[in-house]
């Protein structure tokens, strides 16, 4: 079924509707939220909530970017209220998926002797949960930027500079422990 009759059917409250975006986003939507709070009850939590507010939330919902992109940003905004209201910031930034190493800090060799993983997730560490988790999607989840500002409502020039901004910190952070370590 198209995407717009599928969005039609879910404003007109159709149950059928709603079966239909679960069994299409579902997976990435816990995927996501697994990535982001590292634990996999909350994430199920995260998945459950994002799909009770569709019904209530797609009427505001006005087609504009594709639904699974809506649904990423809806999945986003309720694991960062979580991480606030939870305060696992710090213990979160202890915790990074080597996934997105290699375009972090460009092609590498995990063999390789210099390079130190747990040294590079405590670089990814110090961005912020919203900035990691923009890193997650463009990287590993091979979002375009259209899509990352549409899900963090920012422009796409403040998406690329976020994103280049954060690669950058990454790298002097894993640069200045090299040649000080």
Same mark, same amino acid.
């Given at each position: 079924?198209?995407?717009?009759?599928?969005?039609?059917?879910?404003?007109?409250?159709?149950?059928?509707?709603?079966?239909?975006?679960?069994?299409?986003?579902?997976?990435?939507?816990?995927?996501?939220?697994?990535?982001?709070?590292?634990?996999?009850?909350?994430?199920?939590?995260?998945?459950?909530?994002?799909?009770?507010?569709?019904?209530?939330?797609?009427? !505001?919902?006005?087609?504009?970017?594709?639904? $699974? &992109?809506?649904?990423? *940003? =809806?999945?986003?905004?309720?694991? +960062?209220?979580?991480?606030?209201?939870?305060?696992?910031?710090?213990?979160?930034?202890?915790?990074?998926?080597?996934?997105?190493?290699?375009?972090?800090?460009?092609?590498?060799?995990?063999?390789?002797?210099?390079?130190?993983?747990?040294?590079?997730?405590?670089?990814?560490?110090?961005?912020?949960?919203?900035?990691?988790?923009?890193?997650?999607?463009?990287?590993?989840?091979?979002?375009?930027?259209?899509?990352? !500002?549409?899900?963090?409502?920012?422009?796409? $020039? &403040?998406?690329?500079? *976020? =994103?280049?901004?954060?690669?950058? +910190?990454?790298?002097?952070?894993?640069?200045?422990?090299?040649?000080?370590?």
């Amino acid at each position: 079924m198209d995407e717009k009759v599928i969005l039609q059917h879910l404003k007109d409250g159709s149950r059928e509707a709603l079966a239909l975006l679960w069994q299409a986003h579902s997976s990435n939507v816990l995927n996501l939220a697994f990535r982001m709070l590292k634990d996999r009850d909350q994430a199920e939590d995260i998945l459950m909530d994002v799909f009770v507010q569709v019904p209530k939330a797609v009427q !505001a919902f006005r087609g504009e970017s594709a639904l $699974g &992109t809506w649904l990423y *940003r =809806l999945t986003v905004n309720a694991c +960062l209220m979580k991480l606030r209201s939870q305060k696992r910031h710090r213990e979160l930034e202890e915790e990074r998926l080597n996934v997105i190493v290699e375009e972090v800090i460009g092609k590498v060799d995990s063999q390789d002797e210099d390079f130190d993983a747990e040294l590079l997730e405590k670089g990814l560490a110090q961005l912020p949960a919203e900035t990691r988790s923009m890193l997650w999607l463009k990287d590993a989840e091979d979002l375009d930027v259209k899509d990352l !500002a549409s899900i963090y409502k920012m422009p796409e $020039g &403040t998406i690329k500079a *976020r =994103l280049s901004r954060a690669r950058h +910190l990454v790298r002097d952070f894993l640069k200045e422990r090299k040649d000080h370590g």
